[in-house]
């Protein structure tokens, strides 16, 4: 009976196993998760990189690719989320597409980092020399932080197995290639046309992730794309520099028009609003808080026109100032990190427009004659309802009012003028006799 036994036993435990097996997803069923990430690199970015790694995993995804365009970005966060990249379980695969996108900068050190390096045609990357940011650095010192991120950039080539060479030399000398240039040079992996040309291409090719190696079996493999939600999207959208520069001037003139008008409320709330946006926004950004000033400055000049009659030379000046500092505002060469023309003189413009228009309509509302009480009457026109001998009664506003005639006698029925108030008594002059 032993050996029926065992036998019987081990059909049980193969059986077993095969239903396991059948019931375990292939790898080649797992699904390739893709984000998104265009424009500077921010703390919000690394954000967004860590939460797509980790939803990625936690789906069961085979790898996760991220899309790149960017201009570059902060050396801190770019360092965020190049670690994130080496410490992640899945394989990352960065495609820096669409067409006539660029992987510049901070960018560079992205793509060096992924376990797969792909560009799409008519894409460029390079230009990773590092800048000074919230300050100068003496020559020492930017020697000392260019040799750091060289040693980085070589580490990372040597880790993928890219040119290391071209590497350096895109941080020491700002070298930039085209997407056919850098597969000559062994700087990526693979050109690919779209993201199933992609997946179909790194399919079969075997990585090192820090599990271990992993074999990619990415064609024909289902698509998941990581939305990003909301609050993450409004985060992105208000630490973009031009927008935060736009919420910093709205919140100064929202403060503006609710100091000028005391009550009105809603300028306040929202020049409140805008202005804690916009230096939540700050934190993220490389400020020169010299430029700042200036623009505060701006403000200042453009306030003060209103008690000092310059003849326009403070509403000159505050502009020259403000737009000098919106210049000056982001202390940083890379384009993502400049206010744009086309939104700094709108926004400049607008801003000098509206507090002129403000000032200009209080100081004719205080220049304008009264029109309530004693002195509103003054200069009004009145009937005459009972004979001015030199006393009588007037009509006024609908009011019958005891008048004094300067020149009597006046007949009921016609119009006098008012020359003067004394208490409850209106002096008044033929209308045909004012000056």
Not at 107 to 122: E, N
């Amino acid at each position: 009976m032993t050996g029926p036994r065992m036998l019987a036993r081990l059909c049980t435990v193969a059986l077993l196993l095969l239903a396991s097996l059948a019931a375990t997803p292939s790898w080649a069923a797992r699904p390739v998760s893709v984000i998104d990430i265009d424009g500077a690199i921010t703390p919000i970015t690394v954000r967004l990189l860590a939460a797509a790694i980790e939803r990625a995993q936690a789906e069961g995804s085979q790898a996760l690719v991220v899309q790149l365009n960017t201009p570059g970005g902060l050396e801190r966060s770019m360092r965020s989320m190049v670690q994130s990249i080496l410490n992640s379980e899945i394989p990352i695969i960065v495609y820096v597409a669409p067409t006539g996108a660029r992987a510049a900068s901070a960018g560079v050190f992205l793509t060096m980092a992924a376990h797969v390096a792909a560009m799409a045609p008519a894409t460029n990357m390079g230009a990773a020399h590092p800048v000074a940011v919230g300050g100068q650095m003496d020559k020492e010192m930017l020697k000392k932080v260019e040799n750091d991120a060289a040693a980085f950039a070589r580490t990372l080539a040597v880790e993928r197995g890219r040119n290391a060479e071209w590497m350096e030399k895109a941080v020491r000398s700002s070298v930039s290639v085209t997407e056919r240039e850098a597969l000559k040079l062994k700087v990526i992996d693979l050109i690919a046309d779209r993201l199933p040309d992609l997946l179909e291409k790194i399919d079969g090719r075997v990585v090192k992730t820090k599990r271990g190696a992993v074999t990619l079996e990415t064609k024909g493999a289902p698509v998941k794309v990581i939305d990003i939600r909301f609050r993450d999207r409004f985060l992105a959208l208000i630490t973009d520099p031009n927008i935060a520069y736009i919420l910093m001037m709205v919140g100064m003139l929202g403060i503006f028009f609710e100091l000028s008008n005391p009550g009105v409320v809603l300028p306040g709330v929202i020049g409140g609003i805008s202005l804690i946006l916009a230096f939540f926004a700050f934190q993220s950004l490389p400020i020169n808080w010299a430029g700042l000033l200036l623009i505060l400055f701006g403000v200042a000049l453009l306030i003060a026109e209103i008690k000092i009659a310059s003849h326009g030379v403070l509403t000159i000046g505050g502009v020259v100032s403000m737009v000098l500092g919106s210049f000056m505002l982001y202390e940083a060469p890379e384009a993502g990190f400049r206010v744009s023309w086309t939104v700094i003189l709108p926004t400049v413009g607008a801003s000098a427009g509206l507090v002129v228009w403000a000032v200009s309509a209080g100081v004719r509302a205080m220049m304008r004659p009264p029109t309530t009480g004693a002195a509103g009457m003054i200069g009004q026109h009145a009937v005459v309802r009972a004979t001015l001998d030199p006393e009588g009664q007037v009509q006024l506003d609908g009011e019958l009012w005891r008048a004094v005639a300067e020149d009597a006698p006046v007949p009921a029925g016609e119009t006098v003028r008012v020359t003067g108030v004394d208490g409850l008594t209106l002096r008044v002059s033929r209308a045909a006799n004012r000056s």
